[in-house]
């Protein structure tokens, strides 16, 4: 199986800040990687796919980047309403990162 | 317009099957494959099953293989997840998502999710 390791797995941060996540998969997946959004009590938001395709609506402060075993997203300027939790997804077999929580400083 | 709702979550005792139902509006379910996603209380995002658009193609996640089965009925819009001998270990939240290709010949990310039902499975 495909291990998905995000790194940190809680960032503290202030509105306006520049964010940067980290996923690392444990062998080589292409750009078959997606980003997703979740609030508490709240399906996840697909934000990214194809490892840096934005999906329609989703605020261009998104951005994604990488390709083979290592990606990030990065949010450029962080509003109130990006505080959340973020997964990253390899979906070669679709396995899940274990999440990353942005939290308030 | 596009949407997905989850059914037959609730309290279940360890070893007694359960069913759960994904109702497809606003699409063509036949074009797309098709996902279950689980998320423990407090915990991430696990990633359950797979069904090709036409059902021929199944896929399982370790932990689930052997006691789940996914199905899916195009001509009524739905998907099933059957549940036979659940423990407690598979107390979750349970989405279904909608796979952006059919997996015909490949898979996608998933851009339509339902907002989940919870299974509680407790003595």
């Known amino acids: 199986d495909i291990k998905m390791t995000q790194s940190p797995s809680t960032l503290s941060a202030s509105v306006g800040d520049r964010v940067t996540i980290s996923c690392r998969a444990s062998?080589?997946?292409?750009?078959?990687l997606a980003w997703y959004q979740q609030k508490p009590g709240k399906a996840p938001r697909l934000l990214i796919s194809k490892a840096s395709s934005l999906e329609s609506g989703v605020p261009s402060r998104f951005s994604g980047s990488g390709s083979g075993t290592r990606f990030s997203l990065t949010i450029s300027s962080l509003q109130p309403d990006d505080f959340a939790t973020y997964y990253c997804?390899?979906?070669?077999?679709?396995?899940f990162g274990q999440g990353t929580k942005v939290e308030i400083k | 317009q596009v949407q997905l709702v989850e059914s037959g979550g609730g309290v279940v005792q360890p070893g007694t099957s359960l069913k759960l139902s994904c109702a497809a509006s606003?699409?063509?379910?036949?074009?797309?494959?098709m996902h279950w996603v689980r998320q423990a209380p407090g915990k991430g995002l696990e990633w359950v099953a797979a069904?090709?658009?036409?059902?021929?193609?199944?896929y399982y996640g370790e932990s689930v293989k052997g006691r789940v089965t996914i199905s899916r009925d195009n001509s009524k819009n739905m998907m099933y997840l059957q549940m036979s001998s659940p423990g407690v270990e598979d107390t979750a939240v349970y989405y279904c998502a909608r796979d952006r290709e059919s997996g015909d010949n490949s898979y996608d990310a998933f851009d339509v999710w339902g907002q989940g039902t919870l299974v509680t499975v407790s003595s």
């Open positions: 062998q080589h997946i292409g750009y078959w």
């Open positions: 997804q390899q979906y070669n077999s679709w396995t």
């Open positions: 606003g699409f063509i379910l036949s074009g797309h494959a």
């Open positions: 069904i090709s658009f036409d059902g021929s193609n199944k």
